[in-house]
């Protein structure tokens, strides 16, 4: 039996039938519908946010004006297919809402709710043509999954930029520098002291002690609840390092559970300098500098000075001049004798 060519129905493929339109032009196609229906789409987002309970830190303006700066962004993406802008524009909605408490799954979740709202005006215009909606799903899924992706990892880069941040100066304000007479430097550490904030601690010291040309160090681990062998010895190394620099290291407020640390681990406790409390350590870090601190009342027990105690002002008066000294002669019986100078008169 010769074969009998297949026929083909009209319907399926008709005689004037065109070849799939290629996906530059069906997204250009779609973009043009996205930019038309702007406001519709724009408005049915943010409802769709709103009724999802995402970015309730925000008021209903700035996640309209958000929503507005975003959607742009995606069509000019979809357009160009160049995401640097929308990596630009992510990373700075990162940092605008990230300090007001937005979650990252609120942010996957309203990217999710822009391609669903997308989805579904595409739905409406393509419904009557199936194989044409597919066409241009195919062209679009791509293309919003690689926004989203983009929209995601921006995100979350800038969530951990920050929180790097937030770690480092929380750092260093539990570590403070504080020079308290010249030469001489206290460091009081609060917190739990693990490897890397004592690595940190050692740079910022040895920082301090050449640029400020201390002498005496006074480390307070009065706030450390407890430290580890790791730990222990990189305070050693602390100290050693410190020594080679000229500056003498005073460690005070070890708890029990510290010392039990040290002597457990066979530290070599002969190059620290111990003291109880920071008070003592202050006291010992005078001496080695020399100062001699001592109190007023001591040096200087019967010198007060008299306390005045106002009342009316008195008119100053003259004090009458002195008298002056009567000037007399006094005559005498026999030979003539004549005497004048300052004689007292009796009275």
């Known amino acids: 039996m010769p074969d009998v060519p297949r026929q083909v129905p009209s319907s399926v493929m008709p005689s004037d039938a065109t070849p799939p339109a290629a996906p530059s032009r069906l997204l250009s196609e779609l973009v043009e519908h996205l930019r038309q229906n702007r406001t519709a789409l724009r408005q049915e987002w943010a409802m769709r946010i709103k009724d999802a309970q995402l970015l309730t ?54 990217i999710l709710l822009l391609r669903d709202v997308l989805a579904r005006s595409l739905f409406e215009k393509y419904q009557s043509d199936f194989e044409l909606l597919n066409r241009v799903l195919d062209a679009y899924e791509p293309a919003a999954n690689r926004i989203a992706n983009t929209v995601d990892v921006s995100f979350v880069e800038e969530r951990e930029r920050i929180i790097r941040q937030q770690q480092e100066a929380i750092r260093v304000l539990s570590t403070p520098m504080l020079q308290v007479r010249e030469q001489l ?152 004798l004549r005497m004048s100078g300052p004689v007292q008169r009796r009275t």
Do not use: C, W
């Not at 993406?77 to 809402?97: D, F, H, K, Q």
């Not at 001592?294 to 009458?320: E, F, H, I, L, Y």
């Open 57 to 110: 830190a925000m008021t209903a303006e700035e996640i309209f004006s958000e929503a507005t700066s975003v959607y742009d962004n995606y069509v000019e993406v979809l357009e160009t297919g160049a995401v640097e802008a929308l990596r630009n524009y992510a990373r700075n909605l990162s940092e605008r809402i990230i300090p007001r408490g937005v979650e990252t799954d609120e942010v996957l979740g309203i």
């Open 185 to 336: 430097l206290i460091l009081p550490i609060i917190g739990v002291l693990d490897s890397q904030r004592a690595r940190q601690l050692t740079e910022q010291l040895l920082s301090a002690i050449r640029g400020n040309r201390v002498k005496v160090v006074v480390i307070d681990i009065t706030g450390v609840p407890t430290i580890d062998a790791t730990v222990a010895n990189h305070l050693a190394q602390t100290i050693d390092a410190s020594g080679l620099m000229g500056a003498s290291i005073i460690i005070t407020g070890v708890s029990p559970e510290i010392a039990l640390t040290l002597v457990t681990i066979n530290l070599d406790l002969s190059k620290m300098n111990i003291v109880g409390d920071l008070q003592g350590g202050i006291e010992e870090a005078e001496h080695l500098l020399g100062y001699e601190v001592r109190r007023v009342s001591d040096s200087q027990p019967n010198q007060v000075a008299p306390k005045r105690v106002p009342g009316p002002a008195v008119p100053k008066q003259d004090a009458p001049p002195p008298p002056r000294p009567a000037r007399v002669q006094v005559r005498f019986r026999g030979p003539a």
